[in-house]
Nanobody
Framework: VQLQASGGGLVQAGGSLRLSCTASGRTFSRYNVGWFRQAPGKEREFAAAISWSGGTYYADSVKGRFTISRDNAKNTVYLQMNSLKPEDTAVYYC???????????????WGKGTQVTVSS
């Protein structure tokens, strides 16, 4: 499966953005999909994930502010980001896997990232 993340941009603190992860392939509904982010000078970190059955998982740093959802008819997973903070600034990546890996970072398929910049 090939993934394409989009929807990044520049937003003021307190604002919102919605990222999209669009996939190729007819079996996208079977994949678990995650969002990750990497800030300058920092390691990539898990942000949120959604299972093929709709179960959701969030990092503590985004819980209550970010919402992950999926539209299988559109082969797309969304990340709605509200109450954005400057520390949310990062390149955001989506990834997919038929299984839920032991570590989220071990997902099999990765897309190119989209830049999110939150100004103070």
């Amino acid at each position: 499966v090939q993934l394409q993340a989009s929807g990044g941009g520049l937003v003021q603190a307190g604002g919102s953005l919605r990222l999209s992860c669009t996939a190729s392939g007819r079996t996208f509904s079977r994949y678990n999909v995650g969002w990750f982010r990497q800030a300058p000078g920092k390691e990539r970190e898990f942000a949120a994930a959604i299972s093929w059955s709709g179960g959701t998982y969030y990092a503590d740093s985004v819980k209550g502010r970010f919402t992950i959802s999926r539209d299988n008819a559109k082969n797309t997973v969304y990340l709605q980001m509200n109450s954005l903070k400057p520390e949310d600034t990062a390149v955001y990546y989506c990834a997919a896997d038929l299984n839920i890996p032991r570590r989220w970072d071990d997902m099999d398929y990765w897309g190119k990232g989209t830049q999110v910049t939150v100004s103070s």
